[in-house]
């Protein structure tokens, strides 16, 4: 529905929610499965989305931290 934009625009919640939260969600398995570099790129998409997204800030500076 997101893609081709085929939902209500009177729907209640945010549509920036439509791309953030899956790619919170995707970095998150991603950085559990190590796979660092998968995990660094969906978070950052999401912070493009939404550059104040907690979850993705949180992630980002945790897997920097861990490269140091």
Do not use: M, W
């Amino acid at each position: 529905l997101a893609q081709t934009n085929g939902f209500y625009s009177s729907e209640p919640f945010d549509r920036c929610l439509l791309d953030v939260e899956p790619a919170c969600n995707l970095g998150q398995i991603y950085q559990t499965l190590n796979d660092r570099e998968k995990a660094i790129a969906y978070f950052q998409f999401a912070l493009s989305v939404d550059p104040n997204c907690a979850i993705a800030l949180e992630q980002l500076h945790q897997l920097s931290d861990i490269q140091s």
